[in-house]
C-alpha cells in the first residue's frame, strides 16, 4: 500500500513480530512499544513448536501478551498465533516485514543467516533488526526459564508484573535481588 505526501511516495508496510514469548518479558514489549509507530500494522506471532518445551501453554501465552498489549494501547498491533514458516504467515498476511529483535551483536549471525533462508522461500520478506533498549539487553525468555525453574530466582524489572504473577503460581515464591 502506498500514499502520497507532500509529494512523496510512502510505502505502509505491515510487520510481522514472531516468537515463543516463553514467558513474555519487558523486552518483548519495548520492540512492539517501539515498532508500533514505524509500521502501518505489527502482527504480534506467537509461535507453537512442537519441539520445544515451553513453560506456559500456547493460550496462557496469547493471554498475557493479550493483556500487556492491552496496557499499552497500540492500536495497529495484532496478536495472533501460528504454527508453520513464519514467511508463510507473513505471505498470507500481506506482511513484507520481518521484524526481529537482537541483544547483542553476538546474535546477529545468526538472524543474518534466517533473514538469507527466509528470502529463499518465496515472496519478498525483508528482516528488519532492532536493537533491544541498553538497559533491556540482557533480558532473555531462555533465561527467565533457566533463572525460575533451575534457582527460584527472577530479579526485578525483566517481566512485568502480570507474567510474574503467572511465574509464582507455578513456581511458587521467587526470590528477588
Not at 501465552?61 to 504454527?83: F, G, H, I, P, Y
Not at 506482511?95 to 547483542?104: I, P, W
Not at 527466509?118 to 527467565?144: K, Q, Y
Request: proline share 6%; with cysteine; glycine share 6%.
Amino acid at each position: 500500500m502506498t500514499y502520497q505526501d507532500g509529494g512523496y511516495t510512502v510505502q505502509c508496510m505491515k510487520a510481522v513480530f514472531a516468537g515463543t514469548f516463553d514467558p513474555p518479558t519487558w523486552g518483548h514489549v519495548d520492540i512492539i512499544r517501539r515498532a508500533s509507530p514505524i509500521f502501518q500494522e505489527v502482527r504480534v506471532v506467537v509461535g507453537l513448536n512442537l519441539l520445544k518445551k515451553t513453560l506456559f501453554s500456547l493460550e496462557e501465552r496469547m493471554q498475557m501478551l493479550q493483556r500487556l498489549l492491552a496496557d499499552e494501547k497500540v492500536s495497529n498491533v495484532v496478536l495472533d498465533s501460528w504454527e508453520g514458516l513464519i514467511s508463510e504467515y507473513a505471505r498470507k498476511n500481506d506482511c513484507g516485514v520481518l521484524l526481529r529483535s537482537v541483544r547483542s551483536m553476538a546474535d546477529v549471525p545468526y538472524e543474518q543467516m534466517m533473514a538469507a533462508m527466509n528470502s529463499r522461500l518465496g515472496d519478498p520478506l525483508e528482516t528488519m533488526i532492532m536493537f533491544s533498549s541498553p538497559e533491556l539487553s540482557d533480558i532473555s525468555s531462555s533465561a527467565v526459564r533457566e533463572l525460575v525453574v533451575s534457582w527460584k530466582r527472577l530479579p526485578h524489572g525483566i517481566v512485568p508484573p502480570l507474567v510474574e504473577k503467572e511465574l509464582e503460581k507455578r513456581y511458587g515464591p521467587l526470590l528477588q535481588d
